[in-house]
C-alpha cells in the first residue's frame, strides 16, 4: 500500500493502541459472561459507523445490490409463506402503548421495499440523513462495503476494546454513570419501550438513527460505540443462552424453521432502541447474535484496519 493510499483509507480513523483488558460482565446478561482477559493488536477504526453517504458512494462505483433489494430464495426458508418472500427488512413500529416485551413483533414489522435507501419503507427517503448510520444492511453487505475500502470489519474483541475507550471494567463508554450531571451520552431510548419516547438530542417526536457526531466521543475519540446502530463483527455468536434475542430479530420468514440457516455474527453497543425497561445492551460488554442474512433499521457497522 503506497504513502498516499494509506492516507485515503485511514482518513476518519483512529489508532487504538493494542493491550490486554477484562472482556465481558459478570453483572448483566449470561451471553456476556465470564468475564476473562483478552489481548488484542493495535488497530486502525472508523471514528464513526459508516454513513449514508459513505455507502452511497460504494454502491455507485460498484453497483452493489444489498441483500434486502434481491429477491428471497425460497430454499433458504422452507416452509414460509411465499407472500412473505418478497425484498424488504424489518422496521421498526412504534407501539401506542405497553406491550408483552416477549414478543418482538409488536414493534417490528417485515416491510416489503424496506432497504438502505428506504429505511423505513417505500416513500421514505435519505433526504437529510447523509450523516446518519447506515441501516438496513446485512453482515454481507458490510463486509462487502469493507472490502471496497480496503478495510475489515472489526473481531467482537477489537470492537469491545475500543468502545471501553481506555476504560477497563468500566460500564459504559464513558465511565459507571449512565448520565454524568445529567447529560445524556448516547443516543439511546429514554422511557418506556416501545411507547413513551423522550427525544434526545438531534431526534424528532419520533425514535430513529441521529446524525454521527451527535454525542461525545469516548477516550478514543470514537463517537456512537454506544447506541444509534448495533454494528456488526466477524465473530460467530455463542453464548449461554444463544435463543435471547433482545433487540435484533432475525427475519421473520426464517422463524417458521427448526434450527437456523444461517450463522449468527456478534452485534455491538446497542441502539436507539435500548431502554433502560427493555434491553439495557448500551454497554460495551453487552453482544447479541444476529443472523447474517437480517437486515433492521438499527443496525450498521465501522471498519477497522489492522497493522
Not at 498516499?4 to 453483572?27: H, I, K, T
Not at 460488554?285 to 450498521?300: N, V
Request: glycine share 10%; net charge neutral.
Amino acid at each position: 500500500m503506497t504513502n498516499s493510499v494509506a492516507r485515503q483509507v485511514l482518513r476518519n480513523m483512529v489508532e487504538v493502541p493494542g493491550g490486554e483488558f477484562d472482556m465481558g460482565s459478570d453483572e448483566f446478561f449470561p451471553e456476556e459472561r465470564p468475564v476473562h482477559r483478552k489481548r488484542v493488536d493495535a488497530f486502525w477504526i472508523d471514528t464513526h459507523p459508516v454513513t449514508n453517504a459513505e455507502f452511497r458512494r460504494f454502491v455507485k462505483d460498484t453497483g452493489y445490490r444489498t441483500v434486502a433489494e434481491r429477491p428471497l430464495d425460497p430454499a433458504d426458508f422452507a416452509g414460509a409463506d411465499p407472500a412473505e418472500l418478497v425484498p424488504g427488512a424489518l422496521v421498526f413500529q412504534r407501539a401506542s402503548g405497553p406491550v408483552d416485551l416477549n414478543d418482538w413483533r409488536r414493534w417490528w414489522a417485515y416491510v416489503p421495499g424496506a432497504d438502505w435507501r428506504h429505511p423505513r419503507g417505500p416513500g421514505s427517503t435519505l433526504d437529510g440523513r447523509e450523516r446518519h448510520p447506515v441501516t438496513q444492511v446485512s453482515f454481507e453487505d458490510a463486509t462487502a462495503y469493507a472490502a471496497w475500502a480496503g478495510k475489515a470489519l472489526p473481531t467482537e474483541a477489537e470492537w469491545e476494546f475500543a468502545a471501553r475507550g481506555g476504560l477497563d471494567n468500566a460500564v459504559y463508554s464513558w465511565g459507571d454513570d449512565f448520565a454524568p450531571k445529567s447529560r445524556r451520552m448516547a443516543n439511546t431510548w429514554i422511557g418506556e419501550f416501545p411507547w413513551q419516547f423522550l427525544p434526545g438530542r438531534g431526534q424528532s417526536d419520533q425514535p430513529g438513527t441521529t446524525a454521527v457526531g451527535t454525542y461525545p466521543p469516548n477516550g478514543y475519540r470514537l463517537f456512537d460505540m454506544t447506541g444509534n446502530v448495533w454494528e456488526w463483527t466477524t465473530d460467530l455468536f455463542a453464548a449461554h443462552n444463544p435463543t435471547s434475542a433482545c433487540c435484533a430479530p432475525r427475519h421473520p420468514a426464517a422463524i417458521v424453521e427448526p434450527g437456523e440457516r444461517f450463522p449468527r455474527r456478534v452485534v455491538k453497543g446497542g441502539s436507539y432502541l435500548c431502554a433502560p425497561n427493555y434491553c439495557l445492551r448500551y454497554r460495551p460488554a453487552a453482544r447479541q447474535g444476529q443472523t447474517e442474512d437480517t437486515a433492521t433499521g438499527h443496525l450498521g457497522f465501522r471498519c477497522v484496519v489492522r497493522q
